[in-house]
């Protein structure tokens, strides 16, 4: 009676995670297809509901929803401070790198997504570079410095974090006596997976954790706000990694020339980030097969099993928007710049490209997939032999006692473990929704009007830049019809 109550109380659990998991599913979802749309005020009010609503295992997530969709509301203090709030989440999941045994032990019994969520690579990067363009738009410069800094750091740890993450989930397939190369040819994962790998062959994989755009930004900060030499060297080394990703872009090479004399710009300067469209989301790579496992004594037997990946799943939207066919070109992946002119410009002068997020996502992804492939195999193997020996010891109780009920009870068990190791199997589809698509760029010599007037595709904006020296304007939008929200900051 006490085992049966401890397993009834497991699954109370069990399902209490997955409701919770199919929960930020809901809102996630909600909050997609409001951002989509361009509808960003109700995509906040999605955001702010279910940040007031969430648990540990998600808080980070709508701590970063919230910060994005205040941004784009137009709101650059408030987003600021959503987003320290996430920052100090971050921080304190980095001080405390261990998971408490009693999260593990529900994760191993149900899936990875009953663990909190701490924060992939590529975002904790792009959360210290939002910081940054936060700080800027609401007049806090030394504030963004701290943030760049931050982001430039989180670049560099993000290599021996991913190291560390399989070393450890090699130890566990280790210590739980799981092959994963066998488990992947029995299931016929393998096969799946060289498929899927081919669907993303068109998205480059970057060097590392590199992120272009936050380490461009981080470059023209301290070009245009250093104070000596060693803030020029600074800017000088992020430009050049960004030049060197994309040798094709015309408006890196002068400010890396700039750093490189430590000089000023002779001109005033006015730079245009454009963000358009929608980074990719993760979706779920399912197979449910049979395969041997042990059940005690030597003995092994065939066993149903349930294994659910994540899967990286790009934006439908194109990447640039209201080309004629002929002016489209193709997208070169060996140095991603597109050839023909995207149809993002400010004051005619044509934006290049300076960040891929499919190519950042995809890197961070593929970088932390044989860390997750390994534990989600670990907990689908472990369920099925748990299932197993529960099911060989009601099936030898019903042996010895002969009678109807407790062969019924055997049936029941057998039905039973089936059934949740099927329905305890979900995919950790956990994700920054509100990400772009893609960053852009113009670099153009301040007008003597002190308007910009900025396109895209169809839809035009005039700016009346703010006074300043060194002027940045973001323009967002995330469909080909959707509003544009325009930001503005002075670097100087």
């Given at each position: 009676m006490m085992k049966a109550s401890f397993k009834f109380a497991f699954a109370l659990l069990a399902v209490a995670a997955l409701s919770g998991c199919a929960s930020y599913e809901n809102n996630a979802r909600d909050l997609r297809g409001h951002w989509t749309g361009g509808r960003f005020a109700e995509a906040n009010t999605v955001a702010g509901t279910a940040l007031q609503s969430s648990g540990e295992n998600e808080l980070l997530l709508w701590q970063l929803e919230r910060g994005s969709t205040l941004r784009a509301c137009g709101n650059a203090a408030a987003a600021s401070g959503e987003y320290e709030k996430a920052a100090a989440i971050v921080s304190r999941w980095e001080e405390t790198p261990d998971i408490l045994l009693s999260r593990e032990t529900l994760a191993t019994l149900t899936n990875l997504s009953a663990l909190p969520y701490r924060g992939r690579s590529s975002d904790v990067i792009m959360l210290h570079a939002y910081r940054a363009l936060a700080f800027l738009e609401s007049g806090n410069i030394d504030s963004a410095r701290v943030a760049l800094n931050a982001a430039y750091q989180a670049q560099r740890d993000a290599v021996g974090r991913n190291a560390k993450e399989i070393e450890n989930a090699q130890a566990e397939a280790e210590e739980n006596s799981v092959d994963v190369g066998s488990l992947l040819q029995q299931s016929g994962l393998d096969k799946t997976l060289e498929s899927e790998k081919a669907e993303l062959a068109s998205v480059r994989v970057l060097a590392d954790y590199v992120n272009p755009f936050a380490?461009?930004?981080?470059?023209?900060?301290?070009?245009?706000?250093?104070?000596?030499?060693?803030?020029?060297?600074?800017?000088?080394?992020?430009?050049?990694?960004?030049?060197?990703?994309?040798?094709?872009?015309p408006y890196i090479s002068p400010d890396e020339k700039l750093a490189g004399e430590n000089a000023p710009a002779e001109k005033p300067l006015t730079y245009v980030v454009f963000e358009s469209g929608c980074a990719p989301i993760i979706g779920t790579t399912r197979v449910d097969t049979a395969i041997s496992v042990p059940t005690g004594r030597g003995y092994w037997t065939l066993m149903p099993i349930s294994i659910a990946l994540p899967k990286l799943v790009l934006s439908a939207e194109q990447k640039y928007w209201?080309?004629?066919?002929?002016?489209?070109?193709?997208?070169?992946v060996d140095d991603a710049t597109p050839e023909g002119l995207p149809p993002l410009s400010a004051n005619g002068v044509p934006a290049s490209e300076i960040c891929d997020m499919n190519s950042v996502v995809r890197t961070d992804f593929d970088n932390a997939y044989p860390a997750i492939l390994t534990r989600t195999l670990i907990t689908a193997f472990l369920k099925s032999a748990a299932a197993a020996a529960l099911n060989a010891v009601s099936q030898e109780y019903a042996q010895r006692d002969g009678s109807t009920e407790s062969a019924l009870i055997s049936l029941a068990t057998m039905i039973g473990s089936a059934v949740y190791t099927y329905a305890s199997t979900d995919a950790d589809v956990r994700c920054w929704q509100t990400l772009p698509q893609n960053f852009s760029i113009v670099r153009m010599e301040t007008p003597a009007s002190r308007r910009?007037?900025?396109?895209?595709?169809?839809r035009s904006r005039e700016v009346e830049l703010l006074p300043g020296e060194i002027n940045l304007v973001v323009v967002k939008t995330t469909h080909e019809h959707g509003p544009l929200v325009v930001s503005q900051a002075v670097l100087k």
């Open positions: 380490t461009w930004l981080h470059g023209i900060y301290f070009l245009h706000t250093g104070t000596d030499g060693s803030d020029s060297e600074r800017a000088r080394v992020s430009l050049s990694r960004v030049a060197k990703m994309y040798p094709k872009n209201n080309l004629p066919f002929f002016a489209s070109g193709a997208y070169v910009v007037t900025v396109n895209v595709g169809a």
